[in-house]
């Protein structure tokens, strides 16, 4: 079955780069894209950015600057890299599949991973 | 980026009633609205996609609809298991963005 997990260090410094993994089973990364996710303390959830089928990334403006993702498709991992760390970067961290415009649209998240909590404090 | 607001923030409700959660858009979407639920634990479920497409494996009790800026989830008869927030989800325009999330509250 399709599955999704995230990890990655559990507190970062400020001005760090964080680095997370997403290991996904169940599918193929050259048949669906991986979104990240992330959700402040207590707040709702945000779209970060996406990494498609196809190899190409989109990103939310808002983190653009300092964001990175990509994949090892052999290893069916997608990364994602953040730079300049800061407290408000503070939450947790999704990835979650998107769906491949036939069974659901390409912006639905139709599975996702369990989230890893991350705290950025000095 | 088009905001969207869900309301209420939080509903009290009891078992077996039903409920309707609304979602807002600060434009016309076109219908590319979808719905999620997360547990307390933290755990995300997706329940409808396109305005009223059900998930596989989502009980018919939960059901979607809405056009244009106006959209919501309604739970016809609440279980136990329904007691979480629910996000809605716009992708009509880029970046898509969620709701701020509406808590159902055991009455």
């Known amino acids: 079955q399709v599955q999704l997990k995230e990890s990655g260090p559990g507190l970062m410094q400020p001005s760090e780069t964080l680095s997370l993994t997403c290991t996904v089973s169940g599918f193929s990364l050259t048949s669906n894209g991986v979104g990240w996710v992330r959700q402040p303390l207590g707040k709702g959830l945000v779209w970060m950015g996406t990494?498609?089928?196809?190899?190409?990334?989109n990103y939310n403006s808002a983190v653009q600057s300092r964001l990175s993702i990509s994949r090892d498709t052999s290893k069916s991992q997608v990364f994602l890299k953040m730079n300049s760390l800061q407290p408000e970067d503070t939450g947790t961290y999704y990835c979650?599949?998107?769906?491949?415009?036939?069974?659901?649209?390409?912006?639905?998240?139709?599975?996702w991973g369990p989230g890893t909590m991350v705290t950025v404090s000095s | 980026d088009i905001q969207m607001t869900q309301t209420p923030s939080s509903m009290p409700a009891s078992l077996g009633e039903r409920v309707t959660i609304s979602c807002r858009a600060s434009?016309?979407?076109?219908?590319?609205l979808n719905w999620y639920q997360q547990k307390p634990d933290g755990t995300i479920k997706p329940l409808i996609y396109y305005t009223s497409n059900l998930q596989s494996g989502v009980p018919s009790r939960f059901s979607g609809s809405g056009s244009g800026t106006d959209y919501s989830l309604t739970i016809s008869s609440l279980e136990p298991e329904d007691f979480a927030m629910y996000y809605c989800?716009?992708?009509?325009?880029?970046?898509?963005?969620f709701g701020a999330g509406t808590k159902l509250e055991l009455k």
């Open positions: 979650a599949r998107h769906g491949d415009s036939y069974a659901h649209p390409y912006w639905y998240f139709d599975f």
């Open positions: 434009q016309g979407i076109s219908n590319y």
């Open positions: 989800q716009q992708y009509d325009s880029s970046p898509n963005t």
């Open positions: 990494i498609w089928a196809g190899g190409s990334t």
